[in-house]
């Protein structure tokens, strides 16, 4: 009979980044972080000089149900005008 040994799983690879991308997108890389909570590197000319990581008391944001109750209804959008218009009469 094998006996059965532990592998300790492996976190997700740290994704890597240039400076110049990272500065031009860098909105983007934070909701990413966010969102994903894994880790970002910050490449200069191919070397490691900074990472992005998440807060760590920042629970990863709710999506489902995070616009309920933000919506409102104005008017009735099926009812016609009370403006009466043609095209090119201006």
């Known amino acids: 009979m094998a006996v059965a040994t532990f592998k300790p799983r492996k976190s997700a690879p740290a994704a890597s980044l240039s400076l110049a ?3 031009a997108t860098l909105s983007a890389v934070i909701d990413g972080v966010e969102q994903k909570r894994h880790p970002v590197t ?3 000319r ?3 000089v900074a990472q992005i990581i ?3 008391d920042a629970p990863a944001p709710k999506l489902r149900g995070s616009m309920a ?3 409102r209804e104005l008017r009735d959008i099926v009812a016609p005008l009370d403006v009466e218009w043609t ?3 201006e």
């Open 21 to 23: 991308k990272a500065k």
């Open 42 to 44: 910050i490449l200069r």
């Open 87 to 89: 095209v090119g009469n």
């Open 69 to 71: 109750g933000t919506g």
């Open 46 to 48: 191919g070397i490691p």
């Open 54 to 56: 998440p807060f760590p």
